[in-house]
């Protein structure tokens, strides 16, 4: 996640610094040709390829994966620049008569001006009078949302452009028609924020950050700035100073986009490192709040041990006398089961069914131990619906008065969601109890916000092979309800240190990306601010540049 992150708000700050000096370009030529004539229709065009070069600069600050204020203002004003860009585009086109077509008079192709009167003297018949250019008349619906409002100007723009181009001369505005439909492909892409909120994981997979949409909007922008690129470099390449300054402007930008890149990878790999090293420390702590559980049960195992008339009763082969001797235990101590056995392992008493006794446990590896002198515990998963159960249970062996050993308890605790709720109010971190690579107990909740996620099984290969085919801790990023968490894996072991499910602790990735990417904005509106200081010296260096060579 980190790797899309990092390239995924580094490239969008790239890609809308490259519009924004496309359109920076587009202005600069529009303005210097402005400047000898200065028509209103042109002072229009230039004025809005002015402001849809601030508005993809501003853009450019817009943090996509950031709800605060300060990205829904940057964002929102950009639109509002671009929307105005786009107006002052559309009406300079639509002030801007077309070109007339060439007359054709006996098979051939008259000049552009030969549709004006004739002097009669030089022999010629007075042609036709000079037809008048067509203006048409568009109207459009301008919509309240932006997000209406911005595709529609665009493909206005396009479509004003292509009939310049066609049904007029000016072919070589065909590029132009091309990169403002490109540009009307974005608008439409882009406008994928109302539908953020959705709670279909399908729906969102689309729409969110960094998601099909967005990449493809980001797509869009970029073939729209490379084929305006290419119509208006080929222009400003004309002029010495125009060349200079384009020139100088662009490596000044390169200079801040590494600058850029290079901190916020350092800014976001550290933010990353240090919520991973947290999450592997709370995972101990995890790991130490289960052998805590786990000492309890075995020294609760140890008291059943050593309850007066247990060691009789057992050498008696009574099991009532047991179950009498233990009777109130389990519910007192609120342990999940209490198995009492003989020397050969047969269950004499069961405290959570007192009426089922008799079979065996000699193949238990805590009993064996426990008959042969050696206290022991383990953890223990057994099947169940919807999720399997995760028991600490422990084994004590019980001596008679001459030191014998007549038989074992056997105590067991389940590990709920009040222990994860636990961990989670004294770490404020997510966090989940596994049982082989099911969900037993956890803090984490289903996409619909109300239920446990319980019984959903881990699915990350990279996981599963680390935390229990090696028995190796595991920390990174993983998906959890199609959100990005980062998390941390640790292998919840048995008696005999093999994995049999595993412990999590996790921390949504939005949360780590909400503080880097507050930094991030700061230093993007920072570089941007740089860049619109360093215009006016870059130009005044390229005009006495100009000068110099010329």
Same mark, same amino acid.
């Given at each position: 996640?980190?790797?899309?992150q990092?390239?995924?708000?580094n490239?969008y700050f790239?890609?809308?610094l490259l519009?924004?000096l496309?359109?920076?370009?587009?202005?600069?030529l529009i303005?210097?040709?402005?400047?000898g004539?200065?028509?209103k229709?042109?002072?229009?065009?230039w004025?809005?390829f002015?402001m849809?070069?601030?508005g993809?600069?501003?853009?450019?600050?817009?943090?996509?994966?950031q709800?605060?204020?300060?990205?829904?203002w940057?964002?929102?004003?950009a639109?509002i620049l671009?929307?105005?860009g786009?107006?002052?585009?559309?009406?300079?086109q639509l002030l801007?008569?077309l070109?007339p077509?060439?007359?054709?008079?006996n098979?051939?192709?008259s000049d552009v001006? =030969?549709?004006?009167p004739? +002097?009669?003297t030089?022999?010629?018949a007075a042609?036709p009078?000079?037809?008048?250019?067509?203006?048409g008349?568009?109207a459009f619906?301008?919509?309240p949302?932006?997000?209406?409002?911005l595709p529609?100007?665009?493909?206005?723009?396009?479509?004003l452009?292509?009939r310049?181009?066609?049904?007029g001369?000016?072919?070589? !505005?065909?590029?132009?028609?091309?990169?403002?439909g490109?540009?009307?492909l974005?608008?439409?892409?882009? +406008?994928?924020?109302?539908w953020q =909120?959705?709670?279909?994981? &399908?729906i969102?997979q689309?729409v %969110?950050?960094?998601?099909?949409?967005?990449w493809?909007?980001?797509?869009m922008?970029?073939?729209?700035?490379?084929?305006?690129?290419r119509?208006?470099w080929?222009?400003?390449?004309k002029?010495?100073?125009s060349?200079?300054?384009?020139?100088l402007?662009?490596q000044? !930008?390169g200079?801040?986009?590494?600058?850029t890149v290079?901190?916020t990878f350092?800014l976001?790999?550290?933010?990353? +490192?240090?919520? !991973?090293?947290?999450?592997s420390?709370?995972?101990n702590v995890?790991?130490y709040?289960?052998?805590?559980?786990?000492?309890e049960?075995?020294?609760e %195992?140890?008291?059943v041990?050593?309850?007066?008339?247990v $060691?009789?009763?057992?050498a008696?082969?009574d099991?009532r006398?047991v179950?009498?001797?233990?009777a =109130?235990?389990l519910?007192?101590?609120r342990l999940?089961?209490?198995i009492?056995?003989?020397s050969a392992?047969?269950?004499?008493m069961?405290g959570?069914?007192?009426?089922?006794?008799? +079979?065996?446990?000699?193949?238990d590896?805590?009993?064996?131990?426990?008959?042969?002198g050696?206290?022991?515990?383990?953890?223990v998963?057994?099947?169940?619906?919807?999720?399997?159960?995760?028991?600490?249970?422990?084994?004590?062996?019980i001596?008679?008065a001459?030191g014998?050993i007549v038989g074992?308890?056997?105590?067991?605790?389940?590990?709920?969601n009040?222990?994860v709720?636990?961990?989670?109010s004294s770490?404020?971190?997510?966090s989940? &109890?596994?049982?082989?690579?099911?969900?037993?107990?956890?803090?984490?909740?289903d996409?619909?916000?109300?239920?446990?996620?319980?019984?959903? $099984?881990?699915?990350?290969?990279?996981?599963?092979?680390?935390?229990?085919t090696?028995n190796?801790?595991y920390?990174?990023?993983?998906?959890?309800?199609?959100r990005?968490?980062?998390?941390?894996?640790?292998p919840?072991?048995?008696?005999?240190?093999?994995?049999?499910?595993?412990?999590?602790a996790?921390?949504?990735?939005?949360a780590?990306y909400?503080?880097?990417?507050?930094?991030?904005q700061?230093?993007?509106?920072?570089?941007v601010?740089?860049?619109?200081?360093?215009?006016y010296?870059?130009?005044?260096?390229?005009?006495?540049l100009a000068?110099?060579?010329?």
């Open positions: 996640m980190l790797t899309t990092f390239f995924g708000l490239l790239a890609v809308n519009a924004a496309v359109c920076f370009g587009v202005f600069w303005y210097d040709a402005w400047t004539r200065r028509h229709k042109e002072a229009l065009k004025a809005g002015l849809l070069s601030l993809f600069l501003l853009r450019a600050t817009a943090i996509q994966s709800s605060g204020q300060l990205s829904q940057a964002d929102y004003v639109s671009r929307a105005i786009y107006i002052g585009i559309v009406a300079g801007d008569p070109q077509r060439p007359m054709y008079s098979g051939a192709v001006f =030969d549709d004006l004739k +002097d009669p030089q022999g010629g042609g009078p000079p037809s008048k250019p067509r203006r008349h568009h619906f301008v919509a949302a932006l997000s209406v409002l529609g100007l665009a493909a206005l723009g396009s479509l452009y292509w310049r181009a066609s049904t001369l000016e072919r070589h !505005l065909r590029p132009v028609a091309w990169g403002f490109g540009l009307t974005f608008e439409v892409l882009s +406008d994928t924020a109302a =909120d959705t709670s279909n994981p &399908i969102y689309w %969110a950050p960094f998601g099909p949409l967005w493809a909007a980001l797509a922008l970029v073939v729209s700035s490379i084929v305006l690129g119509w208006v080929q222009y400003l390449t002029r010495l100073q060349q200079l300054f384009m020139v402007v662009t000044a !930008l200079l801040f986009l590494f600058t290079g901190f350092l976001l790999k550290s933010g990353q +490192d240090r919520s !991973l090293t947290d999450l420390t709370a995972t995890l790991e709040a289960i052998s805590s559980r786990q000492a049960t075995a020294a %195992a140890e008291g041990a050593s309850i007066g008339g $060691a009789s009763s057992l008696a082969r099991p006398a179950a009498a001797a233990v =109130d235990y519910p007192r101590h999940t089961s209490l009492v056995v003989d392992g047969q269950v004499l069961r959570e069914d007192p009426e089922r006794f008799g +079979d065996s446990r000699s193949n590896p805590l009993v064996r131990r426990a008959l042969v050696t206290a022991a515990s383990s953890v998963v057994s099947g169940g619906v919807p999720a399997p159960t995760v028991t600490l249970v422990a084994a004590s062996p001596r008679d001459s014998v074992a308890a056997i105590t067991g605790r389940a590990i709920s009040a222990f709720d636990g961990i989670r770490t404020g971190l997510d989940a &109890i596994y049982g082989g690579k099911i969900r037993a107990a956890t803090t984490l909740v996409s619909g916000g109300t239920d446990r996620a319980i019984g959903i $099984a881990e699915t990350n290969e990279a996981v599963i092979d680390r935390v229990l090696s190796k801790s920390s990174g990023t993983v998906n959890f309800q199609n990005p968490y980062l998390v941390a894996f640790t919840l072991r048995d008696v005999n240190n093999r994995p049999v499910g595993m412990l999590l996790a921390r949504p990735a939005s780590l909400a503080s880097a990417n507050q930094s991030i700061i230093t993007f509106l920072f570089v601010a740089l860049v619109c200081v360093s215009i010296p870059i130009f005044r260096l390229s005009r006495y000068r110099q060579l010329g």
